[in-house]
């Protein structure tokens, strides 16, 4: 297993993934995210790969300077997706993967890292509590057409 940060050759197997996680873009769309990031000096994309050249994982980590609910300091870390292939999962990967999103927020200076999740995404609240996260709030959020 080797994780480094996203190349171009890994682009188109980092989209799929991300096309997974998050299939409520279109690819188009999401792409268009993909080369923000990449070409973004505040935020990073991980992969993992099994030793063999197949991607299994990545994670999506940003610097965020505006304020993040129940943090006390700034900048921020911030998770902002992380995914593992199915049949990897439970294999300590994304644990692997937020200790590299950890190590490049500090190396940005940032002292907290934070995270969120559907409020109905019961796994991914467990999981984030596995990683030492704890909860801060919840919030609910509106939007009326005018």
């Given at each position: 297993?080797?994780?480094?940060?996203?190349?171009?050759?890994?682009?188109?197997?980092?989209?799929?993934?991300?096309?997974?996680?998050?299939?409520?873009?279109?690819?188009?769309?999401?792409?268009?995210?993909?080369?923000?990031?990449?070409a973004?000096?505040?935020?990073?994309?991980?992969?993992?790969?099994?030793g063999?050249?197949?991607?299994?994982g990545?994670?999506?980590?940003?610097?965020r300077?505006?304020?993040?609910?129940?943090?006390t300091?700034?900048?921020?870390?911030?998770?902002?997706?992380?995914?593992?292939?199915?049949?990897?999962?439970?294999?300590?990967?994304?644990?692997?993967?937020?200790?590299?999103?950890?190590?490049?927020?500090?190396?940005?200076?940032?002292?907290?890292?934070?995270?969120?999740t559907?409020?109905?995404?019961?796994a991914?609240?467990?999981?984030?509590?596995?990683?030492g996260?704890?909860?801060?709030?919840?919030?609910?959020?509106?939007?009326?057409?005018?």
């Amino acid at each position: 297993m080797r994780v480094h940060k996203v190349k171009k050759e890994d682009f188109e197997s980092w989209l799929e993934m991300g096309l997974l996680l998050w299939p409520k873009y279109t690819e188009n769309e999401l792409r268009k995210e993909f080369e923000k990031i990449v070409a973004s000096k505040r935020e990073e994309a991980f992969l993992c790969d099994d030793g063999n050249g197949a991607t299994i994982g990545f994670i999506n980590v940003s610097i965020r300077h505006e304020y993040v609910p129940g943090t006390t300091s700034s900048p921020v870390g911030y998770v902002e997706g992380i995914f593992v292939q199915e049949q990897y999962r439970k294999k300590r990967i994304a644990q692997t993967l937020f200790w590299y999103g950890e190590e490049w927020a500090k190396s940005k200076g940032c002292k907290e890292m934070a995270s969120d999740t559907e409020l109905r995404n019961e796994a991914s609240q467990k999981f984030h509590e596995r990683l030492g996260f704890r909860e801060k709030s919840i919030l609910v959020h509106f939007i009326k057409k005018i």
